[in-house]
């Protein structure tokens, strides 16, 4: 099975896209740190046992000899929520139940942490990028117990897609989580629900 890990809001730029969540939420954000594989960086938000990144191509790193991950590569437009991560405890397993396109195991590190993320050969997710992104964390090392609580909690993603139907049959195996929706809509698209000190946020 899979549990929720983060969700994933990119933007064009880093700067940009962290100050827009800031002001939306009311809350500042942490560092984060570079992604040197993938020539990407965030800054990271406590949402208790979950967290959220805000993520954006790094200027100053190097593209990887394949499309990065999230389909950053083809991001433009409005700071949105884009992908939602799920781990698990042995990524070859969950790749082999996963859609057809789910992504090939790199390994990865900064600093304490180390992880395996499934990355797709083009970048983009099946389903319309709606399926979650599938990691599987190296040692006890993890991001979320590790950033300030500040009463931030995901209390709903909703996936919208024109593949529903597929989407649902697809996940119904392997994830049971009362927070994730999907609705029938015209193009693929989600909204991260975030339940602030202050009121909600629909990322």
């Known amino acids: 099975m899979l549990t929720l890990d983060h969700i994933a809001i990119s933007a064009e730029r880093l700067e940009a896209g962290a100050a827009e969540v800031e002001r939306a939420l009311g809350l500042p954000l942490q560092g984060g740190g570079q992604h040197a594989a993938m020539g990407t960086h965030n800054r990271l938000l406590s949402l208790g046992p979950d967290y959220l990144e805000v993520i954006a191509i790094d200027p100053e790193g190097s593209a990887p000899a394949q499309p990065r991950w999230f389909d950053l590569d083809s991001f ?107 609705i029938t809509a015209p193009a693929p698209r989600m909204e991260a629900v975030i339940s602030t000190p202050t009121g909600e946020v629909v990322l």
């Not at 970048?123 to 931030?152: C, N, S, Y």
């Not at 989407?167 to 927070?179: G, K, T, V």
């Open 76 to 182: 433009a437009g409005q700071t949105r929520a884009t992908t939602w991560i799920c781990r698990c405890d042995d990524l070859e397993a969950a790749l082999a139940a996963a859609p057809e396109g789910a992504g090939v195991p790199w390994d990865l590190a900064r600093g304490e942490l180390s992880w395996r993320m499934a990355v797709p050969v083009d970048g983009k997710l099946p389903l319309g990028g709606l399926f979650p992104a599938l990691i599987e964390w190296q040692g006890p090392a993890h991001p979320a117990p590790r950033l300030t609580d500040l009463g931030a909690r995901l209390v709903g993603l909703r996936l919208f897609s024109p593949e529903a139907a597929a989407l649902r049959a697809a996940l119904a195996p392997l994830i049971e989580d009362a927070r994730v929706e999907v």
